[in-house]
């Protein structure tokens, strides 16, 4: 009887010890149950029969296709702009040791501040360009990832950072998105890209146009078309129950961006449309009048929706900088990126690799 006693004992003992290794693995290995668990939370993304196409505007080689995505609308959230427009943020080099990489940016504020990859912030020793969508939790202080996209600066020119007009091109917001996309495989942590990739798309981007910065500076190249983009953009209307956009260049889709509310998208509408206009002048027929139809727009639609779709077991789920769930995937010349919060989407983009 006693034998069978410390049998029991020791089974039960080890069924015990099993499930606190088990607790502990998991809670050290987070993308474990992370996937698990999360997975269900992101099947509202790129979802075709969520979308309504609610206007086609064409000018020039550039056609824009606004759309309501069906997402429900999270409260207390407000963009990057607005909120420095309001002085509700600080964003500036990191005191201790002031790395290319990362800065420091803090939330004044009751709400979520939203970032888009690809703002551009300008001052301080350098301009830089924001690595992956963020949705900074409010009243809190985040190490932000960023890539320089001013080569040839490191100087102060102010001590803080402000928003610039403009994203930054397609070509250096998709080779990040891709590149960062490709490292989440490898299980990585951070939001790092490639710095001498974005340096290098900085400078095809200039050198497609025959312009030269003295210090490298990506801003400069828009700063130097102002005029001319923001008389491009102006032609464009926003259409008032729009939260997303199609952009082609030509006969091919080369952005989307989906964004949670109208008022979020607002912000973001003119700035997308400006570095739009580059890939127009890029191309160089941008007098040549390309008129896409309903039925083309929603075949490209559908057709990329369904890439997606058909693929999105291979997708990876992982913690964002700071608040929600990001969702990558690399499929052909194509990368999609979701940013979800509570379950709901916050910021979906599509950015294609071409640019001829």
């Known amino acids: 009887m006693k034998s069978l006693h410390i049998i029991v004992s020791s089974f039960l003992l080890i069924i015990i010890s099993l499930t606190v290794i088990s607790h502990i693995s998991n809670k050290f290995n987070p993308e474990h149950n992370f996937k698990t668990t999360l997975t269900m939370k992101n099947n509202n993304l790129f979802l075709k029969d969520h979308t309504e196409l609610l206007n086609i505007q064409n000018q020039g080689n550039i056609t824009v296709a606004q759309i309501s995505y069906d997402t429900a609308v999270l409260d207390s959230i407000i963009s990057l702009h607005e909120a420095f427009d309001e002085n509700l943020i600080i964003v500036k080099e990191l005191e201790e040791s002031e790395r290319v990489n990362t800065i420091e940016l803090e939330n004044l504020s009751e709400s979520y501040i939203f970032i888009l990859d690809g703002d551009i912030l300008k001052g301080a020793k350098q301009n830089r360009v924001v690595n992956t969508s963020v949705l900074v939790a409010p009243k809190s202080k985040i190490i932000l990832p960023v890539s320089c996209v001013e080569e040839g600066r490191w100087e102060y020119k102010s001590s803080r950072f402000k928003p610039s007009d403009e994203i930054a091109h397609r070509s250096i917001r998709y ?74 260049v030509g006969n091919q889709m080369v952005a989307c961006d989906i964004f949670n509310n109208n008022k979020i998208y607002r912000d973001y509408f003119n700035k997308i449309i400006k570095t739009s206009a580059i890939d127009s002048k890029i191309k160089k027929d941008n007098d040549h009048l390309i008129s896409l139809d309903k039925a083309i727009i929603m075949q490209s639609l559908n057709d990329i929706f369904d890439q997606f779709e058909k693929s999105k077991e291979n997708a990876s789920f992982t913690p964002g900088v700071s608040e929600g769930v990001e969702t990558r995937l690399n499929l052909d010349d194509n990368t999609f990126y979701g940013l979800s919060h509570k379950g709901e989407s916050v910021h979906q983009s599509i950015l294609s690799s071409s640019s001829k």
Do not use: C
Not at 225 to 238: C, N
């Open 175 to 248: 080779s990040k998105a891709n590149y960062i996309s490709e490292s989440k495989k490898l299980n990585r942590v951070d939001f790092v890209a490639d710095q001498s990739t974005v340096w290098n798309k900085v400078a095809s981007v200039s050198d497609s146009l025959e312009f030269h910065s003295k210090t490298m500076s990506h801003s400069d190249l828009f700063e130097n078309y102002k005029e001319e983009l923001e008389d491009i953009s102006k032609k464009f209307k926003m259409q008032p129950k729009a939260n997303g956009l199609l952009i082609f």
